[in-house]
Nanobody, 124 residues
Framework: QVQLVESGGGLVQAGGSLRLSCAASGRTFSYYTMGWFRQAPGKEREFVASIGWSSGTTYYVDSVKGRFTISRVNAKSTVSLQMSSLKPEDTAVYYC?????????????????WGQGTQVTVSS
């Protein structure tokens, strides 16, 4: 089992920045592919970014490329999402997820463990 706890959400003006963090506990963190997803009201959960176990492979949804950066520190069992140049359409609940495979995945069914989510609201 892996427990995930997100933090860092909040209210920010368009063009601003936020940093989300996810603390993991349980099984060996470094073996997991980690991802961030988001879900806006009335919409399906959407892949945002993922990072491989060695931090060498990252993936992003096109809408956040160049604005968001995913990173991880295996020694601290944490993964972060640095979000810059935020837009109102980035408003959503953001979820941290862990995948018990070193192969990357951009679909939510590919992840085995989920955090409770943290709200990000971007005002125009």
């Amino acid at each position: 089992q892996v427990q995930l706890v997100e933090s860092g959400g909040g209210l920010v003006q368009a063009g601003g920045s936020l940093r989300l963090s996810c603390a993991a506990s349980g099984r060996t963190f470094s073996y997991y592919t980690m991802g961030w997803f988001r879900q806006a009201p009335g919409k399906e959960r959407e892949f945002v970014a993922s990072i491989g176990w060695s931090s060498g492979t990252t993936y992003y949804v096109d809408s956040v490329k160049g604005r968001f950066t995913i990173s991880r520190v295996n020694a601290k069992s944490t993964v972060s999402l640095q979000m810059s140049s935020l837009k109102p359409e980035d408003t959503a609940v953001y979820y941290c997820a862990a995948r018990s495979s070193m192969a990357p995945a951009t679909f939510s069914r590919g992840y085995d463990y989920w955090g409770q989510g943290t709200q990000v609201t971007v005002s125009s």
